[in-house]
């Protein structure tokens, strides 16, 4: 008798490079910015022509054409959902998001390595938090990880609970945590003209009155505002704060954490929006630029990058500090591939 066997070839999935590009300059608002939308076409050109990317697995939002995805809070989360729901393990997926960034009081009684809730700040104004961050990255799947460059103020931190591995922006004793309201919104030098991707909360209150038409907004009624203009499409943290969805504290543990931070500042800095010779950009997303091609197609690794950067920009005297929030091993993988 002649056995025959049959052997299962278990094909793996192929590697697939995903991103998704945010790039918010909030057009006729008394936050415009300049820079944000040409960044994120320059971080596309990248993607595609240094690192592989596909041209189809590449979702842009920006909020100066219309006929494209709005950087609405709703559109947002949707996208970076799609993002993370869809990869496979060894995929590679990246976020660059610029735009404004916000800081807001935890709530009472909620502790946060930083002190404060950071969070980025889209064209509506239907804020997302480092909580909804954290919990975008902790459905990742195994064996892949999400880098993501965020070119906005107070941007230090904002995957929550991230270790910080070039940084200062952790809590530490003794450190004083300057307030919007103190920071320098413009500096004209060298005929260079510098305004901060900070947003006040007096000018997040006018910009939301001036998209919901409500002119009842306050400091102190912040959360409830959103909820009331946004409802369930609001921060799940504003729908629980407000009692609209039940608290659920929970503890994850992590085996690796698969998130990769780059950030254009620390919690309590400002990033550049800079305005030169008729051209527009963030100062931390350029600067990557140029270290990217100083290397030449080389690899460079996370930390590299992000010290790199750092010495750049403050050889030109701009004051942000940018940083590395992610494990170990991740700091010193390479750059996205």
Do not use: W
């Amino acid at each position: 008798m002649i056995r025959r066997f049959t052997t299962q070839i278990i094909k793996s999935s192929p590697m697939v490079k995903k991103a998704v590009l945010i790039g918010i300059n909030y057009p006729g608002t008394e936050g415009e910015l300049r820079g944000c939308v040409n960044d994120v076409k320059r971080m596309h050109r990248c993607l595609v022509d240094r690192f592989g990317f596909s041209e189809e697995n590449i979702t842009e939002l920006i909020d100066t054409d219309k006929s494209k995805i709005q950087p609405t809070g709703k559109n947002i989360r949707q996208a970076l959902s799609e993002l993370v729901g869809s990869a496979n393990p060894g995929d590679v997926l990246f976020v660059h998001y610029s735009g404004h960034g916000v800081r807001l009081p935890p709530e009472t009684g909620e502790d946060d390595d930083t002190g404060f809730d950071e969070c980025i700040v889209p064209c509506d104004m239907n804020n997302i938090t480092d909580d909804e961050i954290r919990e975008i990255v902790d459905k990742v799947p195994e064996d892949c990880s999400i880098t993501i460059v965020s070119d906005s103020c107070h941007s230090g931190g904002l995957i929550d609970a991230t270790k910080e591995q070039i940084g200062e922006s952790t809590k530490k004793a003794g450190k004083a945590v300057k307030t919007t309201e103190e920071i320098e919104q413009e500096e004209r030098r060298n005929g260079v003209h510098v305004v901060n991707r900070s947003l006040s909360l007096e000018s997040m209150i006018n910009m939301l009155k001036q998209e919901t038409g409500k002119d009842d907004i306050e400091v102190g009624s912040i959360r409830r505002s959103l909820l009331h203009a946004f409802g369930e499409d609001a921060s799940p943290k504003v729908q629980e704060t407000e009692g609209l969805k039940a608290v659920t504290k929970k503890q994850v543990v992590r085996k690796k954490d698969k998130g990769i931070l780059l950030s254009g500042c620390q919690t309590d800095q400002t990033s550049g929006d800079v305005r030169t010779k008729g051209q527009a950009y963030g100062a931390f997303s350029d600067a990557i630029q140029i270290i990217l091609d100083e290397t030449k197609g080389k690899k460079i690794t996370n930390k590299e990058l992000v010290l790199g950067v750092r010495e750049l920009l403050e050889y030109e005297c701009y004051p942000q500090q940018p940083g590395l929030y992610c494990s170990d091993s991740n700091a010193d993988a390479p750059f996205i591939c």
